[in-house]
């Protein structure tokens, strides 16, 4: 604007002004970028990431997994009809060996596992024209897919392996894939999963442990910069000096077998420190909060995966306890009424497989204290008293009856 009003005022331009050479300068002179940018990466959600990052490479997410699916594998099943409890029948014999290569507890685990990582469990049923089925195999979530219909319904499921797929078709009467999922409110042939409720924790969990791994290979990277001053002011380094002391600093400075060692500064260099330490950052309560986020995803009280800083249940028992009734037993008796209702098909009989509460250690005082409830209950008859402790009526009614 100046410089336009003198032209109009004058007709000439200040050749003295226009030929004055300008140089910018700038004070940081050479700079080595040391960030990745602004915005968070985030990886793959699909299931074969999400387990291979969640449960494969996160103690976390491996030991909530483990602790449900055990868990809810070691609960003893009960076989009953509406008139009578089974001590032997063929689906408890089934059950217990459902195929050559897994027993019970085995086949189980397998199945709440899929469930925990993927949202879906997929078990076949090997029978013949008629009666129970023969054999039952757990099949791999990642490796099956459901076509629909035209209606939108399932018609059919697809298992893929080697390139190969295999087309299960749905009969009503006797289906032979049984298919397992958890609610998921934006998807009707799929379950959400738990892990991919926490996969931004185990994203940030992952992340923090690298970051750990990399301080312990580089313990003694100087975590700021040498600046040279030199003896003109100018801080310039020329380019053999610059490239002699990066060498330097990355030959005896550098990496874990250098870690504690002090650097000696020649003249002329000035030590700056630049970012924050791991503690100034608390990042180890980040990697905590990650795990507390994980654990409560998959409802397992933080104190019972030894993450510090939870003080939720007042001990342990009590966080057992917890765990039990809010999230294997729920979890047990959907699957376990849902293996009835498939199941039952096949022979023909109605029959129901429930939990055995009565044997859960971690529920005995509960349990004994429902027991006693209920047999001081005097105004409730026999069959009223039974049917309160889940136990199917007496073939023969008593006389209270």
């Keep these: 604007m100046v410089f336009d009003l003198q032209r109009r005022k004058t007709g000439r331009v200040d050749q003295t002004a226009a030929a004055a050479p300008s140089q910018k300068a700038s004070a940081a002179a050479r700079v080595l970028p040391m960030g990745n940018g602004t915005q968070a990466a985030w990886g793959p959600r699909d299931t074969v990431s999400l387990t291979r990052a969640g449960f494969l490479g996160n ?3 491996h030991r909530a997994v483990k602790l449900i699916a055990e868990a809810a594998a070691a609960l003893p099943l009960v076989l009953q009809s509406t008139e009578a409890r089974y001590d032997s029948h063929p689906l408890l014999s089934l059950l217990s060996r459902p195929n050559a290569a897994q027993a019970r507890a085995e086949m189980l685990e397998a199945l709440y596992a899929n469930l925990l990582l993927s949202g879906n469990a997929y078990i076949e049923a090997v029978a013949a024209d008629e009666g129970w089925p023969v054999e039952l195999h757990i099949l791999r979530p990642d490796r099956m897919r459901v076509v629909p219909g035209g209606d939108g319904w399932p018609m059919g499921y ?4 080697g390139g190969k797929a295999h087309r299960f078709a749905i009969d009503p009467a006797r289906p032979a894939i049984c298919h397992l999922k958890s609610f998921h409110p934006l ?11 926490a996969a931004t924790a185990v994203e940030v969990h992952g992340a923090a442990a690298r970051w750990s791994k990399s301080l312990l290979d580089n313990a003694a990277q100087p975590s700021g910069a040498l600046v040279w001053t030199g003896s003109d002011g100018l801080g310039q380094m020329g380019d053999d000096q610059f490239r002699r002391l990066s060498e330097e600093i990355e030959a005896n400075f550098q990496g874990a077998r250098n870690a504690g060692r002090p650097m000696v500064l020649e003249g002329g260099l000035d030590w700056k420190q630049m970012g924050f330490s ?6 180890h309560r980040t990697k905590d909060g990650a795990a507390r986020e994980i654990a409560q995803a998959f409802g397992v009280p933080p104190m ?24 294997v037993l729920p ?27 009565d044997q859960v250690q971690a529920l005995s005082t509960e349990r004994e204290a429902q027991w006693r409830r209920v047999t001081q209950a005097n105004f409730l008859t026999e069959s009223e008293k039974r049917q309160m402790l889940g136990l199917p009526p007496r073939s023969v009614e008593g006389p209270d009856d």
């Design 304 to 327: 019972l995966l030894g993450i510090p800083g939870d003080a939720t249940y007042a001990n342990y028992q009590e966080a057992n306890r917890a765990f039990y009734r809010l999230t």
């Design 331 to 357: 979890l047990a008796m959907r699957v376990a009424a849902k293996l009835s209702d498939w199941l039952m098909r096949f022979g023909g009989e109605v029959l129901e497989l429930i939990p055995d509460l």
């Design 158 to 161: 697809d298992y893929t392996v």
């Design 278 to 283: 791991p503690s100034d950052m608390e990042f």
């Design 59 to 61: 103690p976390v997410g």
């Design 187 to 197: 998807d009707d042939h799929y379950g959400l999963a738990p892990l991919q409720a």
